[in-house]
């Protein structure tokens, strides 16, 4: 009986196998790591942080389960993980585009001017960057309004861009308590986040005169409501009110 060469052995292609590739295959791809936030991105948008599993992960991103911890850990870290990869993106557009602002406009800044600036890049994200800003941006709108963990994580992403708004804010309205900032802002964010979920809730409520999609749209309305909103709250109290 011929044995078989060792060498030849070594170098056969391994039968295909159904379902997700193997290991070794996706370790040699190159793009394991951002096939698997991809994955966790879409599945935690639909079904958030509780409603996922590292096995689910994985199946979704075609690599065995082993794969997802090496390269993330525990279940939590692959969430910050997805969290932070467009965080940093969003971050550094928003904070050059008010800086740009306030140094071009000057003295002449105002808060319509200011919020367009801060505001429009994760519209024009989730416009034109593709399904996955869909996905984090619906991931961003549900942890938002998550109880367990939700303020620390958006703090912890987003509060340094937020605090320099805060701070140009307080050029334009100079009189204003930072009391009323803060709850002004706080109103703003649960707008931004629910818009930019695109429920399709404004889709039903106005019958089709309104599309959750036109994100063109929402940040135009957006400007203008909360540009109001801040003067409305940040307005000295009548006399004689506490």
Same mark, same amino acid.
């Given at each position: 009986m011929t044995k078989p060469d060792p060498v030849e052995a070594? $170098?056969?292609?391994?039968p295909a196998r159904r379902g997700r590739p193997s290991k070794a295959r996706a370790a040699g791809t190159g793009d394991t790591r951002a096939a698997i936030l991809d994955a966790a991105e879409d599945l935690f948008s639909k079904h958030g942080?509780? @409603?996922? $599993?590292?096995?689910?992960?994985?199946?979704e991103a @075609?690599?065995?389960t082993a794969l997802v911890h090496y390269y993330f850990g525990?279940?939590?870290?692959? &969430?910050?993980?997805? &969290?932070?990869?467009?965080?940093?993106?969003?971050? $550094?557009?928003?904070?050059?585009?008010?800086?740009?602002y306030a140094r071009e406009a000057g003295t002449a800044m105002t808060l319509e001017g200011l919020l367009e600036a801060f505001l429009r890049p994760p519209f024009q994200w989730s416009l034109k960057g593709g399904p996955g800003w869909k996905?984090?941006?619906?991931?961003?709108?549900?942890t938002n309004a998550n109880p367990t963990f939700g303020g620390e994580t958006m703090a912890r992403y987003f509060d340094p861009a937020i605090r320099r708004l805060l701070e140009l804010i307080k050029v334009v309205l100079p009189d204003a308590r930072?009391?009323?900032?803060?709850? @002004?802002?706080?109103?703003l964010s649960g707008a931004l986040t629910l818009t930019l979920g695109e429920t399709g809730r404004l889709d039903r409520l106005s019958d089709g005169?309104?599309?959750?999609g036109d994100l063109d749209?929402?940040?135009d309305y957006m400007v203008r409501f909360a540009a109001a909103g801040f003067r409305a709250v940040c307005a000295p109290p009548p006399d004689g009110a506490g």
């Open positions: 070594s $170098t056969r292609p391994a942080f509780y @409603g996922v $599993t590292i096995r689910e992960v994985a199946r @075609g690599v065995d525990a279940k939590r870290a692959l &969430f910050d993980s997805v &969290f932070l990869r467009r965080a940093e993106v969003l971050n $550094t557009d928003r904070v050059e585009a008010i800086n740009r996905h984090y941006c619906a991931l961003v709108a549900q930072d009391v009323d900032i803060y709850w @002004g802002w706080h109103n005169l309104c599309r959750s749209s929402a940040c």
